[in-house]
């Protein structure tokens, strides 16, 4: 038996890395998953490949239409919704004088007011059914700052805050909201984050060889903590911010600098 039977998910940011693995979980454990992302092609190869219990919409999460459709094309395929995983998100590395307002704001529309429009349209639809579990991916830079990542860090510590107010307006209805907090995570995500650097799995588990566990996240680390988060057994758990980062935000061990 499934720890997510009879339970229908959305996961944005599905056609790879972390929102992949993630929608694999959830349809092993049992969940029907609307996997949903801008990269069609591979959304739809990772859909076919999971199988049945699954199906992929084009999503451009700074869209109100665009979320409309996909929790309608949720109950419309499925019969209900029970799960939200607002996963989507891009990174950018510019410093605060050399970023521009459209930059910082575009990354804002797609961190923050995305997981906003989401929630918003999603909520609603799991009250019918007595309620759900949304999980937001923040980051660990929505709980310590980074420099040169103005419009990232600032996006993840607003859903942060985002996530404990929806947790408190939702409860009433049944619905659970929390937020993760991954550290490194080897994703095309990072990889793609520094322009003109190849990223290997060596060369990250080698950036993170000082952290008590000593190397970069997998996404196999992240995602069992969505499905916890996500199922009846974290039915106490609300409003509430889990750290996934092999220690990073411990502290110095002395390391860092050798």
């Not at 499905?227 to 409003?239: K, N, R, V």
């Amino acid at each position: 038996m499934g720890r997510l039977d009879g339970k229908v998910s959305i996961i944005t940011g599905a056609a790879r890395g972390q929102g992949e693995t993630t929608a694999r979980l959830f349809a092993s454990e049992g969940s029907k998953v609307v996997l949903t992302d801008l990269l069609e092609a591979e959304g739809e190869t990772v859909a076919a490949d999971i199988g049945a219990a699954t199906c992929f919409v084009k999503h451009d999460v700074t869209s109100e239409a665009d979320w409309r459709r996909v929790v309608e094309t949720a109950v419309e395929r499925f019969g209900r919704l029970d799960i939200l995983v607002n996963n989507a998100g891009i990174m950018q590395r510019t410093p605060v004088v050399d970023c521009s307002v459209e930059e910082f704001r575009g990354v804002l529309d797609v961190n923050l007011v995305g997981p906003f429009i989401g929630m918003k349209i999603a909520a609603p639809v799991m009250r019918l059914t007595g309620g759900g579990a949304i999980v937001n991916v923040s980051s660990i830079q929505g709980i310590v700052g980074r420099a040169g990542t103005p419009g990232y860090t600032a996006s993840k510590f607003g859903l942060r805050g985002l996530t404990k107010t929806t947790a408190l307006e939702l409860g009433t209805f049944g619905i659970r909201v929390n937020s993760i907090h991954p550290g490194g995570v080897d994703t095309p995500l990072i990889r793609d984050a520094v322009a003109g650097i190849e990223m290997t799995t060596e060369t990250l588990d080698a950036a993170h060889a000082h952290l008590p566990v000593p190397r970069c996240g997998r996404p196999e680390d992240i995602a069992p903590t969505s499905l916890f988060l996500a199922s009846d057994e974290a039915g106490y758990i609300t409003g509430a911010e889990l750290v996934i980062d092999g220690g990073m935000t411990c502290g110095y061990t002395g390391r860092e600098s050798r």
